[in-house]
């Protein structure tokens, strides 16, 4: 049943992009706010954001298990797939490296350069050794952030899992956007949320880079890999974004050498989420068979 909710909600997402706006939820914006006015310095501890992080969960776990069993899992399963379209996202990564690549190819700098600041969720300053380095590393590490970390958890723990994933990286985004604008208590609250959106982004990140290297340059990828162990850190989040970087953009180098050098930036979009989408099928593949096996047993 998780299986199939899984491949009917990435297939929906695709074809259902424009009509999910919604999946921009502005009310936990301001849950996220009360909770850094409400803890306010005490919100640093790890647990504190949990329990803040939690209570949104719960009615989706509550509401997951009183449909469990009921016309033959048919709502558990609508449920489902309701919540894994909400889950991924909240903007869908293939139409924004689409937006940005063809604002590349109209000539169009200025709108590529907002699309790139989606992509990045920032101003790209410090990433990379330019904008185009910087947006190939962001869509390796969003892809991680919106689909597969959902997935690893929606399998594991069921909606509330994908929900949970979600929730944590919403929140500390908030967080870190009131954080920049002075705001002590978020700043405080965004520290404890990132630790712990490291904590569940940990496993995915490393399954993802695996996918990565499988799906490209083998060889370069796990030399990347090296590289990045050896890199320290401030965080465990920074430690799993700068492995899928460098692990996915190695996967995808040899494929760009050679190339004129006007079109790489689009190239280099392009491909990155190329690896992304035969990583996203390495992924189904392997649950498949381990729904299978499971099955059989």
Same mark, same amino acid.
């Given at each position: $049943?998780?299986?199939?909710?899984?491949?009917?909600?990435?297939?929906?997402?695709?074809?259902?992009?424009?009509?999910? %706006?919604?999946?921009? =939820?502005?009310?936990?914006?301001?849950?996220?706010?009360?909770?850094?006015?409400?803890?306010?310095?005490?919100?640093?501890?790890?647990?504190?954001?949990?329990?803040?992080?939690?209570?949104?969960?719960?009615?989706?776990?509550?509401?997951?298990?009183?449909?469990?069993?009921?016309?033959?899992?048919?709502?558990? &399963?609508?449920?489902?797939? &309701?919540?894994?379209?909400?889950?991924?996202?909240?903007?869908?990564?293939?139409?924004?490296?689409?937006?940005?690549?063809?604002?590349?190819?109209?000539?169009?700098?200025? #709108?590529?350069?907002?699309?790139?600041? #989606?992509?990045? #969720?920032?101003?790209?300053?410090?990433?990379?050794?330019?904008?185009?380095?910087?947006?190939?590393?962001?869509?390796?590490?969003?892809?991680?952030?919106?689909?597969?970390?959902?997935?690893?958890?929606? $399998?594991? &723990?069921?909606?509330?899992?994908?929900?949970?994933?979600?929730?944590?990286?919403?929140?500390?985004?908030?967080?870190?956007?009131?954080?920049?604008?002075?705001?002590?208590? +978020?700043?405080?609250?965004?520290?404890?949320?990132?630790?712990?959106?490291?904590?569940? @982004?940990?496993?995915?990140?490393?399954?993802?880079?695996?996918?990565?290297?499988?799906?490209?340059?083998?060889?370069? !990828?796990?030399?990347?890999?090296?590289? @990045?162990?050896?890199?320290?850190?401030?965080? +465990?989040?920074? %430690?799993?974004?700068?492995?899928? @970087?460098?692990?996915?953009? +190695?996967?995808?180098? =040899?494929?760009?050498?050679?190339?004129? !050098?006007?079109?790489?930036?689009?190239?280099? +979009?392009?491909?990155?989420?190329?690896?992304?989408?035969?990583?996203?099928?390495?992924?189904?593949?392997?649950?498949?068979?381990?729904?299978?096996?499971?099955?059989?047993?």
């Amino acid at each position: $049943m998780s299986l199939f909710a899984l491949l009917l909600a990435l297939a929906c997402e695709r074809g259902l992009t424009q009509l999910f %706006r919604l999946r921009e =939820p502005r009310w936990l914006d301001r849950y996220c706010d009360w909770v850094a006015r409400r803890f306010g310095a005490r919100a640093a501890s790890v647990p504190l954001a949990l329990l803040a992080v939690v209570l949104p969960v719960l009615p989706v776990a509550a509401v997951d298990r009183a449909l469990g069993g009921h016309l033959l899992g048919l709502p558990q &399963l609508a449920f489902a797939l &309701l919540v894994l379209l909400f889950s991924f996202g909240p903007r869908d990564l293939h139409d924004e490296v689409d937006d940005y690549v063809a604002a590349l190819e109209r000539g169009d700098r200025d #709108e590529a350069s907002r699309r790139a600041k #989606e992509l990045l #969720e920032s101003d790209g300053a410090g990433r990379g050794s330019g904008l185009r380095n910087a947006v190939e590393e962001a869509v390796f590490v969003q892809a991680n952030n919106r689909v597969f970390g959902v997935i690893l958890w929606f $399998m594991l &723990l069921g909606p509330a899992g994908a929900w949970l994933f979600r929730v944590t990286d919403l929140m500390r985004r908030r967080a870190a956007f009131e954080a920049v604008r002075g705001d002590a208590p +978020a700043q405080s609250l965004g520290q404890a949320l990132t630790a712990l959106h490291g904590l569940l @982004a940990w496993i995915p990140a490393r399954l993802a880079a695996v996918t990565y290297a499988l799906a490209g340059s083998f060889e370069d !990828a796990v030399g990347n890999w090296r590289v @990045a162990v050896d890199r320290a850190a401030e965080s +465990a989040l920074d %430690r799993s974004e700068d492995l899928l @970087a460098r692990v996915g953009c +190695a996967s995808l180098q =040899p494929s760009l050498a050679g190339l004129p !050098a006007e079109s790489l930036d689009a190239a280099a +979009a392009r491909g990155a989420w190329r690896i992304v989408s035969r990583s996203t099928w390495i992924w189904l593949a392997v649950i498949a068979l381990l729904v299978l096996a499971g099955s059989a047993s």
